[in-house]
């Protein structure tokens, strides 16, 4: 084991940096010589570290193939200080952190906590450098509080100056270690030679459940139901689940008419548990001539975005963990260190720059039906001030140039498709939780139709609403009962109706399942009220939610999830406008999967779904980018060889003079389901009007068969 990037000569200095740097963690965790008020929090971490050291040299030497009994075990001990249960004394939590250790050293030493539980991640995967790293760094600190001052003895301003010291070696060591973390995670998006997940999918006895722990993540029933419901599935099964996945993915290429054979990887995004699937359809991808790459979510604060877990995911030990770790960048976010990353993410790629070209996207598969997490905001937590979110919207800007400059955004595709995991079937908590496994297998199957459903029957279908839409100047949007939306959309104007359209036919390609027509919305004229009771975004739960939109532009935004106005205030500015001022309404979509609506309702599991399966149940209104972002001059065709032509709107257009106006890097679909619908009718020129959806129906000549479904659940 050991990372093939590193030199044999500098493993060697790394092997004798590492064994130095643990045999100081051992004498700390024994004697820590620091402040009283620290030593709690010195031993934890310590102990923590040395229980790393301990799986590193079992996972080194094969002891656990040898003594498979104690995996779960060991699994279950390198998460459980997070565990809810136990979180709120550990000083992964920032309140605790905080309470304990102070407001300002609180807050700092709670950021190194959450960045040395990132050596989980690190033994797994045989990555030296950032293990010996993050061990040096523990101990660095501990020297810092150790001069402090002698326990009990601290004077006036000794805990400021210590607070400055440490915030300075994190500051820098975060920026130093930028080329080591941000070029490694470059690589694993598009470097297949990086295969710690392929070689487990590929070769790992998948009907022996102990492969679940190879990796590292945290490993639950939910992972173990789902494994051994796939292993119990037949072949056929199986192949129908990876080729609609993969086939997916070539399609999208077919249908943008974009170079699939000048591509060499794709990226593959799964939960443990799925491997069964995910290696059938690395055998599909392979035909195509195209290689796995995988990568973990965010260890480190430099690679973590948000609260959202992407790429190779285990279960989620505490979702609030997540969240209060997902701005820890605030940190170190300044501009010199927003030119720091942007510097090494160039460079990186430009080292690269023949395994970016070659890289198709990824294909991504979701999973759902964990219990509702609506997150408690915590004021300890690091999170961005005014100055930081502006830095960080240019960073990430700049760095999406970077992408799309690379991994050439006109030559590279996608596909999302999203499956339940067993947590949608279980009942009770703690450990009396149980998981109904008939219910799942029934809510599974039902999900393996709604992604399967009859391509060429939905696209007839959807070319009657498109034929009605595309006659309209917009459209008009109500609300039922007691939901308030009440909103126009202004549409792009055709110059030939019978060689161009407005909205786009999606079929199963890159947004399985498939259902929906959409489109770029004109902005001016743009006007109105989004409202939707409850609405899950990346996970989020959001109850009450409403936005005014003028001229197609986010005017204001609220929500009822916090008591205080301004948590919800910050909520939202968080979670939907990604600390911008304003966002652009970029899409406008029909949902028609009426088949997935009916799913919802029969299994009671509608605030389960992901918004790629929700959005396919009503009208849906995206905020931020366009679905066109960087690839606005692609030619476009529908299947009835129509070519889209609404890809622009009045902000994207200003990618042709400065796309760092052009684009937000977001693009968050909200759904209106069907029951809080009240009317959706196209209108235009000379009292054009033709109703679409009235009172939850589809009421358009040639689109009832469409409320065949609806009618079953009601």
């Not at 920026?175 to 995670?185: F, L, M, N």
């Not at 599974?444 to 459903?453: H, R």
């Not at 019978?498 to 199963?508: D, L, V, W």
């Amino acid at each position: 084991m050991g990372s093939i990037w590193v030199k044999e000569e500098d493993r060697a200095i790394l092997n004798e940096r590492y064994d130095l740097a643990v045999g100081r963690v051992r004498e700390i965790e024994q004697e820590p010589e620091v402040p009283a008020c620290f030593v709690s929090y010195v031993r934890k971490t310590a102990q923590f570290i040395l229980l790393m050291d301990d799986i590193k040299t079992k996972l080194e030497s094969g002891y656990f193939e040898d003594h498979p009994e104690e995996l779960a075990a060991c699994n279950r001990k390198m998460y459980e200080d997070i565990l809810p249960e136990n979180y709120g004394s550990s000083f992964a939590n920032p309140e605790y952190a905080a309470r304990q250790l102070g407001e300002a050293l609180g807050k700092l030493l709670c950021f190194l906590y959450a960045q040395v539980r990132g050596l989980i991640t690190y033994v797994y995967e045989g990555k030296e450098e950032e293990t010996t790293a993050h061990v040096e760094l523990f101990v660095q600190v501990c020297g810092i509080l150790r001069q402090s001052a002698e326990a009990g003895q601290q004077k006036p301003g000794d805990e400021a100056q210590a607070a400055r010291s440490v915030r300075d070696a994190l500051y820098w060591f975060e920026s130093d270690y930028a080329d080591v973390i941000i070029a490694g995670r470059i690589r694993e998006q598009i470097d297949p030679d990086c295969d710690f997940a392929a070689d487990i999918i590929m070769n790992s006895d998948l009907n022996d459940l102990n492969y679940l722990y190879r990796y590292g993540e945290y490993i639950t029933e939910s992972e173990i139901t789902t494994a051994k419901y796939l292993n119990s599935l037949p072949q056929d099964e199986i192949d129908r689940m990876a080729d609609t996945w993969s086939e997916g993915y070539r399609m999208g290429f077919v249908y943008a008419k974009k170079p699939l054979e000048k591509k060499r990887t794709v990226n593959l995004h799964y939960h443990v548990g799925f491997e069964r699937v995910v290696r059938k359809a690395i055998e599909n991808f392979e035909k195509m001539n195209l290689r796995p790459t995988i990568f973990r979510y965010g260890a480190s604060a430099l690679t973590v975005s948000s609260a959202y877990r992407s790429g190779l995911t285990g279960a989620a030990a505490n979702p609030q963990y997540d969240y209060d770790h997902r701005e820890d960048a605030a940190l170190m976010m300044d501009a010199k260190f927003a030119e720091r990353r942007i510097e090494v993410a160039q460079s990186a790629y430009e080292e690269m720059k023949d395994l970016a070209a070659a890289h198709g996207g990824p294909a991504v598969m979701e999973t759902f039906g964990e219990d509702p997490f609506e997150p408690v905001s915590r004021k300890e937590a690091w999170t961005y001030d005014d100055k930081q979110q502006k830095i960080q919207v240019k960073m990430r800007m700049k760095l999406s140039q970077i992408v799309n400059k690379y991994i050439i955004g006109s030559e590279r595709s996608f596909t999302i498709i999203a499956f339940p995991l067993p947590d949608i079937a279980a009942s009770g908590t703690g450990a009396v939780r149980q998981i109904d496994t008939d219910r799942y297998k029934k809510i599974f199957d039902e999900i393996i139709k709604v992604n399967t459903l009859d391509v060429p029957r939905y696209t007839k279908i959807q070319e009657r609403l498109i034929d009605a839409l595309n006659k309209g100047t917009c459209a008009h949007i109500l609300g039922a009962g007691s939901n308030r939306t009440d909103l126009t959309v202004q549409f792009h104007s055709l110059s030939d109706p019978e060689k161009e359209t407005i909205f786009e036919n999606c079929g199963a390609d890159v947004n399985i399942p498939l259902g929906e027509v959409f489109t770029s919305p004109v902005l001016k004229g743009t006007n109105g009220i989004l409202h939707v009771s409850q609405v899950y975004l990346n996970g989020l739960n959001f109850r009450d939610l409403e936005i005014h939109f003028k001229d197609g532009m986010i005017e204001s935004a609220s929500c009822s999830n916090f008591e205080k106005q301004e948590d919800n205030d910050a909520y939202i500015r968080d979670n939907i406008l990604f600390h911008h001022d304003t966002l652009p309404m970029g899409e406008f979509a029909i949902g028609t999967n009426t088949t997935a609506y009916a799913a919802a309702r029969k299994f009671g599991i509608a605030s389960r779904l992901p918004i790629l399966i929700a959005e396919k149940t009503g009208p849906h209104f995206a905020v931020g980018d366009t679905c066109y972002s960087w690839e606005e001059d692609v030619r476009v065709f529908n299947p009835d060889g129509r070519e889209i032509v609404a890809k622009d709107n009045e902000i994207s257009i200003l990618r042709k003079e400065d796309p760092s106006k052009a684009y937000f890097q977001c693009h968050t679909d909200i759904t209106i389901p069907y029951e809080e619908l009240g009317l959706i009718e196209a209108a235009g020129e000379n009292g054009y009007r033709a109703e679409l959806i009235r009172d939850g129906r589809f009421v358009l000549p040639g689109t009832e068969e469409l409320n065949e479904a609806l009618d079953k659940v009601h």
